[in-house]
């Protein structure tokens, strides 16, 4: 009878641990989706601007990128 109520606790923690392993990925994997989706809708947003809106977006991008090494 011990033998058995061990293999359903090894069984139950077992359970546990995949199904927790299981919302992390899954909880990890929303927020990539959401982190991309924002810059779609960024870039979007960006393209619905004037001409000169835009402008003064670039320079700021352009500033920043020069400023982290990129440009």
Not at 62 to 71: I, W, Y
């Given at each position: ?52 809106s835009r402008a003064h977006v670039r320079q700021q991008l ?10």
């Open positions: 009878m011990i033998a058995i109520s061990s293999f359903s606790l090894l069984f139950a923690a077992i359970s546990v641990v995949s199904a927790s392993t299981l919302v992390v990925m899954m909880l990890q994997e929303s927020r990539n989706a959401t982190r991309n989706n924002g810059m779609v809708a960024f870039r979007r947003h960006l393209d619905a601007l004037s001409d000169d352009k500033d920043h990128s020069t400023k982290q090494g990129r440009g």
